[in-house]
């Protein structure tokens, strides 16, 4: 069964790719195979039978008029240390105030305020698939509360309580971080409603900017100057379009830009495949939560 | 046994705090008891059996003359959990660069870099007390391979390895994190000869500056400007003598300015005050190793 790459990749990487697969692969901007690795672009034919997203996230896929017969997978995982380790390089700074009191020291004033700290405050977790579990373990090396919410509620040892709703979980929160994938459901979740629901001073973002409604909370920020939004994703990267709110930490992005997580998403993206191809479906998605409807 | 308690407690902690010695407790500047809570100062009397620090530090003790008869005791954990948060709090925005992207970001530029992880990075922790151990839990669950130097070496399933001598835990860290007591043995440990075997980019210091040779590191951070030196601790506090190298993350111990810290930090001192009377010695030190020798 032929597959194709629809992104550049090196001849080294794509020798794994071939010995992980077991089949004939090329390197095809549309994916001529039946089996298509994909990072955002692939074209359907009447041969294709799986687009294996290098992503967790489906997103930025035009997944609509899939046929019925072709099975989409995403690739959990990919990018999931990174992103949680992210998620804490947002947190810290903002609980601790390191900017603002590295900025002091650097004009020479030394003066201690009273810190918070992150042990003992309850971190909800929106969206608990391989990012949340990662971020609810750190989570505990640091003794916090956790918290979560998903779909598919699972044992964890990680975490204290599933909550019933994300409202239940916004309403019970110090920090609330959202790692839930972007789908109909879940785009603009968090809008007035959520933000006045929500009584800590924290929201971390580091899954997908849409997941937040960018009115509702530039007016949030605007009204409650102690609020923070820390985030690693913004709306219709790379511009950005409006001025940030100085209440808001906010990196480009880089939760995804480890050298060599690239590498491991692809590789691990091919053995989904290669189950795939030996009828082990895992991690097939329904497309139709992910369209983008306008 | 009178206890006296040499700072300040408002009447509700003196309660407690009389509660757990099971003997009359004063709020006395000297110390006028044979068992002494001491912050900073104290005299010492013929009655005198204990010097109890609040403190896992003793280097803002006068110990000199001090009679063989008087045990001397620091309190290990107090403000542990804090300074162990605090150094995740200094590591991650410098691994991250943090304020490098955030201030671009507020400018509107959106501009990915790739970004180093902590994880399968070498964290070594010099001094290996309750600070280091609890450092060692976090950076376990951001899969960081853990080395420690410390005297008295334990099994703990956190480590990988207890280093021989701090000479050889500095040459294999990727990060470096020092949370030794300041000691005779420590003072200005961290000087040329130690930065020269250092091959990582980032050292942090949360327990004393004077374990740092001062005019050594301001060398080395001019010299080698993607050197980070991340501390929440400064030579000669509150004073800020010089002009803070560009390439130096500084917080004004802010871990161990939490709010409830201080009353539990008194309360475990009182705690092991008790034992010491009922005839356990636990956390004795040797005062004449924290001697300041000028």
Chains 1, 2 share one sequence.
């Not at 956790?146 to 019970?172: C, G």
């Not at 102690?226 to 939760?255: L, Q």
């Not at 998403?265 to 991690?283: I, P, Q, S, T």
Request: charged content about 20%; hydrophobic content about 40%; proline content about 5%.
């Amino acid at each position: 069964m032929p597959v194709s790459i629809t992104f550049n990749v090196d001849a080294d990487l794509l020798k794994q790719c071939a010995e992980i697969l077991g089949e004939p692969v090329t390197v095809d901007r549309e994916g001529s195979g039946d089996v298509k690795i994909v990072a955002t672009k692939y074209a359907i034919n009447s041969n294709t039978r799986l687009i294996q997203s290098i992503y967790a996230s489906l997103d930025n896929l035009n997944l609509r008029d899939i046929p019925p017969q072709v099975k989409v997978c995403n690739n959990p995982g990919a990018f999931a240390d990174s992103a949680a380790e992210q998620a804490f390089a947002l947190i810290l700074p903002a609980v601790k105030k390191i900017f603002y009191h590295n900025l002091r020291t650097h004009k020479r004033i030394f003066k201690k305020e009273p810190v918070q700290t992150l042990k003992n405050k309850t971190i909800g977790i929106l969206g608990y698939g391989e990012v949340g579990s990662r971020i609810a373990k750190i989570a505990r090396a640091f003794q916090m509360n956790v918290i979560a919410y998903t779909r598919t509620q699972k044992d964890d040892p990680n975490v204290d309580q599933f909550a019933a709703s994300p409202a239940r979980l916004i309403a019970q929160s110090d920090i609330l971080v959202i790692s839930l994938p972007l789908t109909n459901s879940t785009r603009g979740l968090i809008n007035s409603d959520a933000l006045n629901m929500f009584n800590g001073n924290l929201i971390v973002n580091i899954s997908k900017a849409e997941v937040v409604n960018k009115a509702d909370i530039y007016w949030y920020l605007k009204r409650l100057p102690e609020k923070i939004y820390a985030t690693d994703v913004w709306w219709n990267e790379p511009a950005i379009v409006d001025d940030v709110p100085e209440n808001c930490i906010f990196t480009p992005h880089e939760g995804s830009e480890v050298p060599g997580d690239f590498n491991e998403a692809v590789l691990n993206a091919c053995r989904n495949a290669r189950k795939f191809m030996d009828g082990v479906e895992l991690n097939v998605i329904d497309p139709a939560e992910y369209y983008k409807v306008h």
